[in-house]
């Protein structure tokens, strides 16, 4: 069987943020089986060293894309080539945490970053590949939320806001969508290691070291196997949410501030 054939048995993979991190891992993962591949990002040069990488495994299209802008949003959907219209798999991982300050000590502008990417990106894309999704006999959408959707901590203020949205659209969309073929998936990954952290501190690597020192945190590797095992699993079966940790990480007895 030709790489080709192969690659018309899968599905359209479409990854957002797919030059670093979370999303940069599951494009390899998604290749190397075979799966034809749409990434997207902001950085043009990583996403052209990608595409001439992966293309040894499948078939990919890659394209510069702003989550943020609805225009361009609909524009690159609309104007998808033939060959990768058919969109099986959405992986929303285009995301980010900006700063770990106190709410008071926070920059307004850092705030509505995270909402303009985490929550208004995420809506941007998904509504306008839903009704491509919809048409597939069997889709998958596959959005990366945080266990900060769940756990509140010091500094996640408007970081943990954000994600507690994704994992609630998730289950919305999980409801609407109950028995048409469309699969929605909540994944929320708890302390991990890669570049989105270095932009959380600001590219503070001495702050990025302390926080990873002997945490043996969540790898990006770690996670594109598991965004790979729920998209692989039969059709009739549906990941409603998946929170994972590394061994090391785990809660904590709620404080008390005595005055």
């Known amino acids: 069987m030709t790489e080709q054939s192969q690659a018309q048995q899968h599905p359209v993979v479409l990854i957002t943020g797919a030059t670093s991190g979370f999303g ?6 998604f290749a190397q089986h075979g799966y034809p591949l749409i990434i997207t990002g902001r950085r043009e040069e990583r996403l052209q060293a990608l595409s001439a990488e992966l293309s040894e495994f499948t078939e990919v299209f890659y394209s510069v894309l702003d989550v943020r802008d609805s225009e361009a949003v609909i524009g690159f959907v609309e104007q998808l080539p033939e060959r990768f219209k058919q969109v099986g798999i959405l992986v929303n991982n285009a995301g980010l945490a900006l700063g ?4 008071d ?10 909402i303009d990417t985490n929550v208004t990106g995420l809506v941007n894309v998904t509504h306008s590949l839903l009704p491509i ?17 769940n756990w509140a ?10 994600k507690a949205f994704v994992a609630q659209f998730s289950r919305n969309l999980r409801s609407d969508f109950a028995g048409t073929g469309v699969r929605v998936t909540s994944l929320e990954p708890g302390l991990a290691e890669s570049e989105f952290s270095l932009v959380r501190f600001k590219g503070d690597q001495e702050k990025y070291d302390q926080i990873y020192k002997g945490a043996s945190a969540i790898q990006p590797e770690d996670i594109a196997n598991i965004i790979f095992w729920i998209a692989e699993q039969p059709a009739h079966i549906n990941i409603n949410s998946l929170e994972v940790m590394p061994t090391s990480q785990a809660w904590d007895n709620f404080k008390i501030i005595k005055q």
Do not use: C, F
């Open 24 to 29: 940069l891992a599951t494009a390899k993962k």
């Open 100 to 103: 770990a300050e106190p709410a």
């Open 105 to 114: 000590k926070a920059a307004l502008s850092d705030w509505h970053t995270m």
């Open 133 to 149: 999704l919809r048409a597939q006999a069997s889709a998958s959408i596959i959005n990366l939320a945080s266990i900060a959707a």
């Open 153 to 162: 901590y010091p500094g996640s203020h408007v970081y943990g806001a954000s």
